[in-house]
C-alpha cells in the first residue's frame, strides 16, 4: 500500500494542524494505521494509532489531550488533529500502515508501509 502524508506546515505555539494520509489500497481498512514523527537528532517516536475499523485508538503520553486521531475507511484516509501545538511537536510526522497485532501498535518494526513524512514546525 502508499502511503501519502500531507497538511504539515509552520505554525506557532497554540495553534492547530490536520494531517492527513491517504492510502492508495481499497484494502486499507485490513491495516492498522499509525503516526510516528521524528525530530533532527532524535529517532522515530509513536504518536497515535489506530485500529482497524477505529473503534480503538492509542496516543503517546506527550499528546493526550492535545491530539486525535481517526480515520475515514470509505476514503482511504487517516487524520491527526493536533491542537494546542508546542514547540517540541516541531518533527518529520509520518503515516504507517501494518496488518499487526494491536499489542504491538507502538512500535516502529510493527508497520511495513511507511509515507514520505510532512515536516510540522511549531514556532514559540
Known amino acids: 500500500v502508499q502511503l501519502q502524508a500531507s497538511g504539515g506546515g509552520l505554525v506557532q505555539a497554540g495553534d492547530s494542524l490536520r494531517l492527513s494520509c491517504a492510502a492508495s489500497e481499497r484494502t486499507y481498512s485490513r491495516y492498522v494505521m499509525g503516526w510516528f514523527r521524528q525530530a533532527p537528532g532524535k529517532e522515530r517516536e509513536f504518536v497515535a494509532t489506530?485500529?482497524?475499523?477505529?473503534?480503538?485508538?492509542d496516543l503517546a503520553d506527550s499528546v493526550k489531550g492535545r491530539f486525535t486521531v481517526s480515520r475515514d475507511n470509505t476514503r482511504n484516509t487517516f487524520y491527526l488533529q493536533m491542537n494546542n501545538l508546542k514547540p517540541e511537536d516541531t518533527a518529520v510526522y509520518h503515516c504507517?500502515?501494518?496488518?499487526?497485532?494491536?499489542?504491538?501498535?507502538?512500535?516502529?518494526?510493527?508497520?511495513?508501509?511507511w509515507g514520505q513524512g510532512t515536516q510540522v514546525t511549531v514556532s514559540s
Open positions: 489506530s485500529s482497524r475499523n477505529g473503534g480503538s485508538t
Open positions: 504507517a500502515a501494518g496488518q499487526t497485532i494491536w499489542g504491538q501498535r507502538r512500535t516502529t518494526n510493527a508497520y511495513a508501509y
